[in-house]
């Protein structure tokens, strides 16, 4: 039961020859089955091809990576204000239905509109309408997705999100910002020196990340909107694995400055640095818990690393991983109740993710063998983390159980170190 | 008289090194048989002394190590493992030489991992390698401010590859001048 859905190359071809600059674009390929998938349609938008962007795959390839929805092949072209019969569309098995239309606005922007039908129901269950600048289409569409996924779970989508992550050609750097599907990445930061690390602030304004460009690890913090950087810590030795807290007040890092790699919290500028940890071991990638009151982290105190808590205010140290020898990288779900993290079995390197409050043993959820850098969406049902596929570096999302995967960028540079951002606009 | 000086130098290093923390254990075994000082001091060099001649060739040999040679400046490990083995006793040694003779040269060390597993896990690992070797040049009398241990992780390989020739040339601590 695995296969691989190349419908969005064959819809794009299927639509229509005249818009070459948009075809490059659809490199998601999601595999997997997910146990309850409601089937919708999402029917071609009237005038969406005289557009940069085809609003009706970008949002029926956001639905189907989210595991939740499984999309229903069709080359209808059905606007909001349409009629469509019910009936039919119950035929071709469709639970719900998605049309719209993209209208050029005399000052350069689209009206962009849409509607949502329960097909069961035969209920319309409503629709927006949203003038946004060229730029902005791919946005739109993410949005439609939004609210597609909240009227069908009642819960929020992550689809108009973003992510950040790194790229490496040859000896240059990037730090990039790109929509949640890996699209229109743009760079926020050029280096010919290695960039790890990014950190959304928990506003989504800002990027923390570790920067190299001084031969040694720097942690920054970088306004995305204006380019604006800053300082955080450039302390003797090595400064690496800033996380923010909850409140966007503080932050925590790694530094070296005291000999040994230790766990420091400090005000949002890198002010007043408190140690936490006191170890004559490496304690690292430090992150703050939902409700800001815990540091996860990664201590090699029993020999190989394991990932250890302790009260952010200082305080007793408990171990968290008992499974493997090598456990490390961990991110909470914004819940609190998940943790994802990196465990090495027989030599791989594989993405895990164990409930906190339960003992059953975690599992494996990837069959690839050098995940990295796990981060949850902020609606805590995806991950997004790294990992080699056919030889490159890649960057995939996946649900929680692993049943649906995404391979989200594949560009010519290799790419790392993902981040998923907050809901921020 | 120089030698003399030197060689009671490294003698009370090697007993320093021998004694020291059990995280940096150096093993109190004869050094290889070579001996290097840095390009840098060029009064005495070999290769300049006899210059004034006007048909004079000196010829230096980088093969054998000799007064010209560049001074080693890379420390290599083993998997998981922090400790300066006694082939690289002589690195630490000559630029301990070096730092102690000239207190106003300052050094980095960067560490650095193979490239399997985490990035900020191997920043880290780098970090402890290339603090074991500050310790060591520091027990052999170089200043604290003369030296900054600081970690590239898996980052910067030496050489590219996924198998352990690879691996083995990139876990390694670079001494570098600033």
């Known amino acids: ?425 | 008289m120089k030698n003399i000086k030197f060689t009671a130098f490294a003698l009370v290093a090697a007993a320093v090194m021998a004694g020291c923390a059990s995280n940096v254990p150096l093993e109190n075994k004869a050094a290889p048989v070579e001996s290097r000082t840095p390009a840098t001091s060029s009064s005495s060099s070999g290769a300049a002394t006899n210059a004034n001649s006007g048909s004079k060739v000196a010829s230096v040999d980088l093969t054998k190590n000799t007064a010209n040679a560049e001074l080693a400046r890379v420390v290599y490990f083993d998997y998981d493992s922090f400790v300066i083995k006694d082939e690289f006793r002589p690195v630490v040694e000559a630029q301990a030489k070096v730092l102690s003779a000239d207190r106003t040269k300052k050094l980095s060390v960067e560490g650095h991992t193979d490239e399997r597993g985490g990035s900020e896990y191997n920043l880290a690992l780098g970090q402890k390698r290339a603090e074991s070797v500050t310790k060591a040049l520091k027990l052999l009398g170089v200043n604290d401010t003369q030296v900054e241990a600081v970690s590239f992780g898996k980052e910067r390989p030496a050489v590219q590859g996924s198998d352990e020739a690879a691996w083995a040339k990139n876990r390694r601590a670079e001494l570098t001048s600033r």
């Open chain 1, 1 to 425: 039961m695995h296969y691989l859905i190349h419908r969005f190359f064959v819809l794009l071809l299927l639509l229509t020859g005249l818009i070459g600059a948009a075809e490059a674009q659809f490199r998601v390929e999601i595999s997997g089955v997910g146990a309850t998938q409601v089937p919708i349609a999402v029917a071609r938008f009237r005038d969406e091809d005289r557009t940069t962007q085809i609003l009706s795959a970008i949002v029926r390839a956001d639905l189907e990576r989210a595991g939740v929805f499984r999309g229903i092949d069709t080359t209808a072209l059905i606007d909001e204000a349409g009629q469509p019969q019910m009936s039919e569309w119950r035929s071709k098995g469709a639970d719900a239905l998605v049309g719209g239309s993209v209208t050029r606005l005399a000052d350069g922007r689209f009206d962009v509109r849409f509607k949502l039908w329960d097909v069961v129901k035969g209920k319309d269950l409503g629709g927006q309408s949203n003038a946004v600048a060229p730029a902005d289409l791919r946005l739109a569409a993410h949005h439609i997705a939004d609210f597609v996924y909240e009227k069908l779970t009642g819960e929020k989508g992550v689809f108009s999100t973003r992510i950040a992550y790194v790229t490496r050609s040859g000896t240059r750097y990037a730090l990039r910002v790109a929509d949640a599907d890996g699209e229109g990445g743009q760079v926020a930061l050029n280096s010919p020196e290695p960039i790890i690390s990014p950190a959304w602030s928990p506003n989504g304004q800002e990027l923390a990340y570790v920067s190299f460009e001084a031969q040694k690890a720097v942690v920054y913090a970088q306004e995305v909107a204006s380019g604006k950087r800053r300082v955080i810590a450039n302390f003797r030795g090595s400064n690496s694995a800033p996380a923010w807290s909850p409140d966007g007040q503080s932050l925590v890092a790694t530094l070296s400055r005291e000999g040994g790699s230790q766990i420091f919290v400090m005000g949002r500028n890198g002010e007043n640095p408190r140690r936490v940890t006191s170890s004559p071991s490496i304690d690292t990638e430090a992150t703050f818990s939902p409700d800001g009151r815990t540091l996860y982290f990664v201590s090699d105190r029993s020999g190989g690393p394991q990932i250890y808590r302790v009260p952010v205010a200082g305080g007793a140290v408990e171990r968290v991983s008992f499974t493997g020898d090598y456990n490390i990288s961990p991110a909470l779900s914004p819940d609190g109740r998940y943790m994802a993290y990196i465990s090495r079995q027989s030599g791989a390197f594989k993405l895990y993710v164990a409930e906190l409050s339960k003992g059953a043993t975690p599992q494996a959820i990837t069959d690839t063998r050098d995940d990295e850098s796990p981060s949850f969406a902020p609606n805590g049902r995806l991950i997004i983390y790294a990992t080699r596929s056919g030889g490159r570096d890649v960057l995939m999302t996946t649900t929680l159980d692993g049943k649906i995967k995404a391979k989200l960028v594949s560009t010519t540079a290799d790419v790392r170190e993902p981040m998923w951002g907050p809901y921020d606009r």
